[in-house]
């Protein structure tokens, strides 16, 4: 996730980071890299032309974000919290209290190694932050405008006797359902069966962390709480490699290697975070397309394009590869993946001006190509149903419909912009 975007959730859409909205948790804010955030009780088509929608306060960390990650109501020894989670230069992690706009701890992880800079490859590349990202798809959105409003029908907060409210019994309730925590622990509290939604559960057991990648190539497990490492970080990457889309998903963690920085090829990369046993998949001589490297399939499945013009599925974990998609041209995004109806379809954009749709039920040919020029996608789902795709090119975004059979019609374009990164959707909103 990058600075800019870092700018729009921790600033001027603090309301979001602050008031019920959803976690960022990785890049692309989802194991699908969506760039969206699906409801929110804040943020809408309506409420940002309000004046009051506006800059709140702003603070100096002690580098450049590059990365972040943000958790809601998070309930620890110095009480209630919303927190924000940035990493810049020099491997340092700064966590921000996003309701009142100030610093609640800071920690540099030193141990980089020097190297040589080159075009695209910057030395002491700091990899990347993450917390616990789930894969399933979310609930279909209740209400209108885009998701926002009630979830659910009204119901009594009183409990019985000597019980608590019911939302509390309620969510005891489900947390005591959920499996134990296995050794090593889940990437923040309460674990849930592949495919489910782990991350903060204030009401399961275990230690709640976010995770760093280091300009050393070592993976640190932080407490969320204050920063601090309770085991000694483990050895992961190569030092200094252009390492992109690092998430951890059902106690794995991963990362990409791009442009061959220090020599590290591009490769996807996975660490059993129990094992800690590390594994690869090696790209061609294209190397791997676009700026986030993989995404995620509902079931951990693992998609990767390369610029040798082929979608590559992987198994988690392991990375052995699955089927493949030959595009005829190399692609220029990475991967990003929706629900549409009952299917899971994956968008990537190739060199020739084509956006391809695949089935993930069936790769092996494309559902349907569409002009389109793209660097980075997105998607999200309005509140009457109907499926978008956002793509970036030199000069603007550019929005898609997708429609029933996978094809795309052209819904608009922004003004000109200069150079833009993958823009995020909150709540029917577009932040570029």
Partial sequence: MRSLTTAVLICSASLYAQRGGADWTTAGNDAQRSEWIK????????????????????????????????LNSYIGYRGFRSLAFVVGASDNVTAIDTDL????????????????????????????????TMTAFPANMA???????????????????????????????RAAATPAMPPGGRAGRGPTAPGGAPGYNPFAHGPAYVYLLSSDGRLHSMLLSNGEEPNPPVKFLPPNANAQGFVVIDNVAYATTL?????????????????????????????????????????????VATGDGVLMSLEPKTLQPKEAYNAGAPFTS??????????????????????????????????AKSPGNATS?????????????????????????????GSLE?????????APVAPMIVNGVVFA
């Fill in 39 to 70: 409801t929110d009780p804040k943020i809408n088509k309506d409420s940002i032309l309000r004046p009051d929608f506006k800059f709140l306060w702003k603070i100096k960390t002690a580098s450049q974000p590059s990365y972040a990650a943000t």
């Fill in 101 to 132: 706009g100030r610093i609640e701890w800071q920690k540099s992880v030193s141990g980089g190694v020097p190297a040589a800079v080159t075009p695209g490859c910057p030395a002491g590349t700091t990899a990347g932050l993450t917390r616990a």
């Fill in 143 to 173: 209400g209108g405008r885009g998701g926002f409003g009630r979830g659910g029908a009204a119901k009594s907060a009183v409990g019985d006797p000597g019980e608590g409210a019911v939302t509390i019994k309620e969510i005891a309730a």
């Fill in 259 to 303: 442009h061959g920085c220090r020599g590290v090829p591009d490769q996807v990369w996975a660490i059993d975070l129990a094992s800690k046993e590390v594994t690869t998949w090696k790209a061609g001589a294209g190397g791997i397309a676009g700026a986030e490297g993989t995404a995620f399939g509902p079931d951990a499945t693992v998609y």
């Fill in 334 to 367: 990475s991967p990003v993946i929706f629900q549409a109806k009952d299917k899971t379809w994956v968008a990537a954009a190739t060199n020739d001006g084509q956006i391809h749709i695949v089935d993930a039920a069936a790769p092996a040919a494309a559902l």
């Fill in 377 to 405: 996608l997105a998607s999200w789902q309005d509140g009457s149903g109907t499926r978008w795709l956002l793509g970036t090119a030199a000069h603007g975004v550019t929005a898609w419909k997708v429609s029933d059979n």
């Fill in 410 to 418: 052209t819904g608009w374009t922004s003004r000109e912009m200069t």
